[in-house]
């Protein structure tokens, strides 16, 4: 998402940019990204209670706000009341950019920008905040892939143990036996471990 | 299970009036319909209206302004967007500090939910107390909230700009600001007052449905692109709620409809804290009660009906505080975002009980009437605004002219 809001002239410096995200990891990865780009004035705000405050001391040119965010209300609402107060002016999207739109919502950014700033100067900050998004997204999935594999490996184990001891046989046997049901259920094996370790539960409870 | 033909994606916000929308899911109404409706829980009205705009939503629940202030250009994304179907009626209340009340019963409010007696006695304690300017919360500039709450400010002789600081928070962080002290007030729906009520962070002082009997709040936004290229889904869509709002209407399911909105996809709250909103019966305070009639409504004197008044009534208060300049094409563009013509079309054929007329004199039925429709059996209203006042769609400019920003009683 793409807006323009300030209308203050620009003098040609380094564009000073603002990341308002209550997750530290995902701001720090952009911050990183922005500063590795060459931009040394780069604000991570997290604390929402203070977010207002802290853009108005700060001034930026680009606000970066993610769209998990619960406070893109009370901060469009901030920034369209600024524009009562004389400063920043009129957010309204740079409609030559709608694939960029597009790609923000996609990503799960949303970006304010400085009315009177060329786009040539923030469309680099946008993609590298959405390309920086995406990598994000994708570390998130793959951890939380990561971590629902730990704890299938966890129930398969158990419901092993389960069987060994019901039936007296040995770790390969229980394993080949979770194997064959799955096969001949059609379901994934730690979805048959999850229920032989329900079913025992109830048995045992 | 009927062949799903229709695939459509929803936004919604985890409010009381999201509710036809989930029964339309969870009664099967939309399946009935041959729509798979996913619904998409949202975090504020700004990712509505981008998800929308975008094409990642291709209908919302939406604050009722909302799609009118999109074809005003006051948003920061635009494209033209319609309202086919309002969600109901009511819903919301003003909730104020524990000793913002205390303040007020000083000043001869003896509780109860009257928008008069509260009214006069906030003003009294504003004028008491000038130096100390209350702040308010409300949940978005474009909200039937912001309005009704500056309404209800300015006809009690409190000007909202000057006396007081209106400020937006997020839904469920209000009941949290209003106990830290951070707002002494807020105007938002249900369940987030009774929530407010429940961890005793504040009390209830009136409710929407005091400030203006019958009056809108949600609506069935989408872009007008979608309507036009999806005529089908949409019909089916608008049928599948009007089922669900029927049931909906019905008391007997007002408990069966809590449980589901508890569950944490949708509400996430209690479903006996839901129940409140849902049947009026609030808990204004930790020790009192009272039925509050018609306090949202789902589907009665035809509360789905996208009347082209309240639209207009919408413009009338973004004119009224400055949002947006008095034009007569403003005043089209408001009227025509919503589209009786097209809930008229959808479901007068069901037999369902629909309006003849796409507008009203909004404040004129002070009990509920009869009126001509297009099947017998419709009552509507009564429909009044607290202070007496009419709204007449034909009359918008002078009623404009009329409207000031409050007294001030301060200056």
Partial sequence: ?205 | MADLRHSIRAGFLPLLDSTILVLAREMGFAADEGIDLQLVKETSWANIRDRLTVGHFDMAHMLAPMPIAANLGLNPISKPMIAPMALGLGGNAVTVSNSLFVAMTKQGFSGGVNATSAGQALARVVRATPSHRLKFGVVHPHSGHNYELRYWLAASGIAPDVDVEIVVVPPPLLPDALRAGAIDGFCVGEPWNSVAVEREAGRIVTVKAEIWKSSPEKVLGMTREWADANDEALSAMLRALHAAANWAGDTKNSARIADILSEPRYLGRPAALILRGLTGNLKLGPDRETQVPAFFVPHANAATFPWQSHALWYYSQMVRWGQVEKTAEHAKAASETYRPDIYRRVLAPLGAKVPGANSKIEGSLKSAAAVGASSSGLTLGPDGFFDGKIFDPDHVDDYILGQSRGNSPTK
Wanted: no cysteine; proline share 3%; charged share 25%.
């Fill in chain 1, 1 to 205: 998402m793409v807006r323009i809001m300030f209308s203050a002239p620009m003098p040609a410096r380094d564009l000073s940019i603002a990341i308002v995200d209550q997750n530290h990891i995902r701001a720090s990865i952009i911050e990183e990204g922005l500063r590795e780009a060459g931009h040394s004035r780069v604000v991570v705000i997290s604390d929402m209670t203070a977010a207002a405050r802290q853009i108005s001391e700060v001034g930026p040119d680009v606000v970066v706000v993610d769209l998990e965010n619960p406070n893109r209300d009370m901060l469009e609402h901030f920034f369209a009341l600024s524009r009562a107060l004389q400063k920043p002016i009129a957010m309204f999207v740079d409609q030559s950019g709608s694939d960029s739109v597009e790609a923000a919502v996609e990503a799960g950014v949303s970006a304010y920008i400085v009315d009177g700033l060329r786009k040539e100067r923030v469309k680099p900050i946008l993609d590298m905040a959405i390309s920086r998004f995406n990598a994000f997204s994708k570390l998130s999935r793959e951890l939380a892939e990561a971590r629902s594999e730990l704890e299938d490996r966890k129930i398969i184990e158990q419901a092993k143990g389960i069987l060994m001891r019901q039936r007296g046989i040995d770790e390969a046997a229980a394993y080949k036996l979770l194997r064959s049901t799955a096969m001949q259920q059609n379901r994934k094996l730690a979805e048959v471990a999850q229920s032989l370790i329900l079913a025992a539960g109830l048995l045992e409870g």
